[in-house]
């Protein structure tokens, strides 16, 4: 579905004889815009008359630019006389003389009386003039078969009006209800909130949305596949830096975020070991090489020493104290911690007595 939107005026025009500052032209430019938004979000394709707010167009080519729309607005605020007169304020829609504005066009000049909280009652209007329509606007969009209206938003030679409507949110409300009230009239579906799931790259990193909720996951774990993440605050993926588990222990979240387990990983130039948990390595630990030259994970190299000391422990009790003597001179260490050395101690002479 399309719908034509038409800023009322170009440049700076009507100022408000209540407040200097106020110009119908920058009001509909920037309504006009809002409207525009509000509605595409019912997934109407919205067309406006001007791709600039300072350029005229012609009234008749405004109103025909709405070819292909089933309907045609030209946002206005209105006046009586030259002063202010803080009596009138009566939303209106001056519908086309044909009649197929009619409907809309009451449904919109209500829409405006209840959030503006107007005085006066919503009225419609249709001015006939020589050639049909009185105004230039509607005549083009009747030209093109579009049920044409002008939406005057009270008047702004109404001091508490031209208040009301300088105001930014006032105006966002207004639209908004001017969106919904068109897309009840054309029975358009809510627009449905997006729900987000899975993995979105947004605001300089990535989150992980909950299918469930639609929430990301924050301050938290969350595994996806085989792998552990972490989420600060902000619901951001937390990455090359290590977490404080509730454990006490360190964990290491790799530059892709995946936190680290069974293995390596540098960090500002050190290098650290990272267990089947995840949780940081403290202590000694003995290191081997593979036919090729490449360390082996110490927890790898524990099982492959172990396997044979089981399967000959005669010769294990034999050889005594130099096998582990040799052994230890294998090891490497990568923290000094006392007490981590005691304890290797101890699991050694039990090693032994196999
Ligand atoms: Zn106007």
Redesign the pocket.
């Known amino acids: 579905m399309k719908i034509c939107i038409d800023a ?2 170009y440049g700076k025009y ?1 100022r408000s004889p209540a407040d200097g500052r106020y110009y ?1 032209s920058d009001l509909t430019w920037k309504l006009h815009l809002l409207q525009k938004k509000y509605l595409e979000a019912y997934g109407v394709q919205v067309v406006t008359t001007r791709s600039d707010k300072n350029t005229d167009r012609g009234l008749y080519d405004r109103g025909a630019a709405s070819r292909g729309c089933v309907l045609f607005i030209s946002d ?2 209105n006046a009586v006389g030259t002063g202010v007169n803080n009596s009138v304020d009566y939303p209106a829609a001056y519908c086309a003389i044909n009649g197929s504005a009619d409907g809309i066009g009451m449904a919109l000049a209500q829409c405006v009386e209840r959030v503006m909280g107007t005085q006066q009652p919503a009225r419609i209007e249709h001015r006939r003039g020589q050639n049909g329509d009185y105004y230039g606007v509607l005549r083009g969009a009747t030209s093109v078969g579009t049920p044409g209206l002008i939406l005057e938003h009270s008047f702004h030679t109404n001091k508490q009006v031209v208040r009301w409507l300088m105001d930014d949110g006032n105006l966002d409300r207004l639209a908004r209800a001017e969106a919904e009230t068109i897309a009840l009239y054309y029975n358009l579906i809510d627009p449905i909130p997006e729900k987000k799931s899975g993995w979105r790259e947004e605001d300089g990193g990535w989150r992980f949305y909950l299918g469930n909720t639609g929430e990301p996951v924050r301050n938290d774990w969350y595994k996806d596949g085989e792998d552990w993440y972490w989420f600060d605050g902000a619901g951001m993926m937390v990455h090359d830096t290590w977490k404080a588990g509730n454990d006490g222990k360190w964990y290491f979240l790799n530059p892709d975020g995946t936190m680290a387990w069974n293995q390596w990983a540098v960090w500002k130039g050190n290098l650290y070991w990272l267990t089947k948990d995840g949780s940081m390595f403290e202590g000694e630990m003995c290191m081997s090489t593979d036919e090729n030259g490449a360390f082996i994970p110490w927890n790898v190299t524990r099982k492959m020493t172990e396997v044979p000391l089981k399967k000959e422990p005669v010769k294990r009790a034999m050889d005594g104290n130099a096998g582990e003597t040799v052994r230890r001179k294998a090891c490497k260490r990568i923290k000094k911690s006392r007490k981590t050395r005691k304890f290797k101690k101890k699991k050694y002479k039990k090693t032994l007595r196999f």
């Open positions: 009322g005026h009507n119908e206005h605020t």
